[in-house]
Nanobody, 123 residues
Framework: QVQLVESGGGLVQAGGSLTLSCAVSGRTLSRYTIAWVRQAPGTEREFVGRITWIGGLTSYADSVQGRFTISKNNAENTVYLQMNSLRPEDTAVYYC????????????????WGQGTQVTVSS
């Protein structure tokens, strides 16, 4: 089990950029894959992207491919979500989540979740 704490959300204009952070704590982080997930009001949670702790392999949803980038800092046990060219439809609560299933994209495989951080993109 790991603990995850997101930060960095806020209000940004369309076309702008924002970087979210996910501080991860716990033992044996190398076993984990960390995902970013978002949920807009009245919708289901949506996979945004993920990064494997070993190898740093990334995968993204089609809706954010080319605009969002996930990276990590092993020394600080932090995963980042760099969001560029933001659109109003990116407005959501953004969560980071962890799984021991290497490279997983299915949200039901993620057992540990942060509390979320709100991102609002104005038009």
């Amino acid at each position: 089990q790991v603990q995850l704490v997101e930060s960095g959300g806020g209000l940004v204009q369309a076309g702008g950029s924002l970087t979210l952070s996910c501080a991860v704590s716990g033992r044996t982080l190398s076993r984990y894959t960390i995902a970013w997930v978002r949920q807009a009001p009245g919708t289901e949670r949506e996979f945004v992207g993920r990064i494997t702790w070993i190898g740093g392999l990334t995968s993204y949803a089609d809706s954010v491919q080319g605009r969002f980038t996930i990276s990590k800092n092993n020394a600080e046990n932090t995963v980042y979500l760099q969001m560029n060219s933001l659109r109003p439809e990116d407005t959501a609560v953004y969560y980071c989540a962890a799984t021991t299933i290497y490279g997983a994209r299915s949200l039901h495989l993620y057992n540990d979740w942060g509390q979320g951080t709100q991102v609002t993109v104005s038009s």
